[in-house]
């Protein structure tokens, strides 16, 4: 069966949380887990000193991930954007522009 890293959203309305867990892959969104790696909280918080840059919250078993990659578990897009944040995975290649394909043609002109 297959196994997925995936988010799993708690948390009220409009201040969602996230459990980072490892699930099968059809089994219901919250359903029991086999394996919560860590959480995620993407409301930003403001440091405690009060200054600098304001943070999101990532707590991840990194050992527990790299187990759960090795034996072959497949992240989901969201949850590859934070194991790519943690150093886990390489980032997705998103290129920044779509190509057409026409733009480095020439247009062909017919002699008449």
Do not use: C
Not at 30 to 50: F, M, Q
Not at 76 to 81: G, K, V
């Amino acid at each position: 069966m297959v196994v997925k890293i995936r988010l799993a959203r708690f948390g009220k309305r409009k201040a969602p949380f996230y459990n980072i867990v490892v699930a099968h892959a059809r089994t219901a969104r919250n359903s029991k887990p086999i394996e919560v790696l860590g959480t995620y909280d993407p409301i930003p918080k403001p440091p405690a000193d009060g200054e600098g840059k304001a943070f999101k919250d990532i707590k991840l078993d990194s050992a527990r991930a790299k187990y759960w990659l090795g034996v072959g578990a497949q992240p989901s897009d969201p949850a590859w954007r934070l194991l790519a944040m943690a150093g886990l995975l390489e980032p997705k290649y998103r290129p920044s522009q779509v190509n057409t394909g026409t733009e480095g043609q020439k247009e062909t002109t017919t002699g008449q």
